[in-house]
């Protein structure tokens, strides 16, 4: 395990045996995601967050709040048991 400083303004230095491990080349850029208290560092591009502002724009443009689509999805759920499994 690799223990890092921070130094001002936020910035850390991999150290150079896992950015090689890694395939991290100078300029790259990372992903930086929180889980709780911990911070993970990833080379991925993480599309969740843009995908989740898109459809929350779209949900907005169309009048309707996440709490209608999860009614909506819990009434088809319930519709396909019924059909299904005659519950």
Do not use: C, F
């Not at 150290?15 to 995601?33: F, G, M, N, Q, Y």
């Amino acid at each position: 395990m690799a223990v890092v400083k921070v130094w001002g303004r936020g910035q850390l230095t991999i150290p150079a045996s896992l950015r090689k491990e890694l395939h991290i080349e100078e300029d790259a850029t990372v992903s930086v995601v929180r889980v709780g208290e911990s911070l993970i560092l990833t080379t991925k591009k993480l599309v969740g967050d843009t995908i989740a502002k898109k459809a929350q724009k779209e949900l907005k443009k169309a009048g309707l709040r996440l709490e209608d689509i999860l009614k909506d999805l819990e009434e088809q759920r319930e519709r396909y048991n019924r059909e299904r499994y005659g519950r």
